[in-house]
T-cell receptor
Framework: GQSLEQPSEVTAVEGAIVQINCTYQ??????LSWYQQHDGGAPTFLSY????GLEETGRFSSFLSRSDSYGYLLLQELQMKDSASYFC????????FGKGTRLHILP | EPEVTQTPSHQVTQMGQEVILRCVPI?????FYWYRQILGQKVEFLVS????????KSEIFDDQFSVERPDGSNFTLKIRSTKLEDSAMYFC?????????????FGEGSWLTVV
């Protein structure tokens, strides 16, 4: 079977840095993705790691360690608009999502 | 920028009624998906569709569900006899590649309320 574990909630302060961790267990693995979802909205793609290491896209970075079945999403210079749910997801011929981490940002 | 479009955005239906949710995937995409999200819960995979047939489906996708690509542009999800627990946001998604994590695009969703 497939399972992904991530914290249910994280709280951080505006302007700070926050890391959201994800561990996974899957039968097939073609990479770890991260999606952002605002309340009432669709999941939108943030980042994807197929290989070990760090991928940086602006204020967001994502890391993967395939040997540890572990990855994280790093959000820097947090803004209030970053308040959302963040899902890690693994891809074989479909995407399987984790349960999501609700990010609360305090002013 | 091309996008996946879904209709209706919101539908209220009585229990036992049939519902059809419609999606127009991105035009050059070949892989199509339906996901659902019950309020406050994670996004759950329902079904994937490629080359005019279902390639994979989850245990949620039972006999009351069906998908169809009736023409070259639409991709529909039919729920034959809705139940209260079918109330959820249903997302359509499409991709031009298999096995790639960064080329799947989601529509804005169809919110289904079963009463």
């Amino acid at each position: 079977g497939q399972s992904l574990e991530q914290p249910s909630e994280v709280t951080a302060v505006e302007g700070a840095i926050v890391q959201i961790n994800c561990t996974y267990q899957t039968s097939g693995f073609y990479g770890l993705s991260w999606y952002q979802q605002h309340d009432g909205g669709a999941p939108t793609f943030l980042s994807y790691n197929a290989l070990d290491g760090l991928e940086e896209t602006g204020r967001f970075s994502s890391f993967l360690s395939r040997s540890d079945s572990y990855g994280y999403l790093l959000l820097q210079e947090l803004q209030m608009k970053d308040s959302a749910s963040y899902f890690c997801a693994v891809r074989d011929d479909k995407i399987i999502f984790g349960k999501g981490t609700r990010l609360h940002i305090l002013p | 920028e091309p996008e996946v479009t879904q209709t209706p955005s919101h539908q209220v239906t009585q229990m036992g009624q049939e519902v059809i949710l419609r999606c127009v995937p991105i035009s050059n995409h070949l892989y199509f998906y339906w996901y659902r999200q019950i309020l406050g819960q994670k996004v759950e995979f329902l079904v994937s569709f490629y080359n005019n047939e279902i390639s994979e489906k989850s245990e949620i996708f039972d006999d009351q569900f069906s998908v169809e690509r009736p023409d070259g542009s639409n991709f529909t999800l039919k729920i034959r006899s809705t139940k209260l627990e079918d109330s959820a946001m249903y997302f359509c998604a499409s991709s031009d590649k298999a096995y790639s994590g960064n080329t799947i695009y989601f529509g804005e969703g169809s919110w289904l309320t079963v009463v």
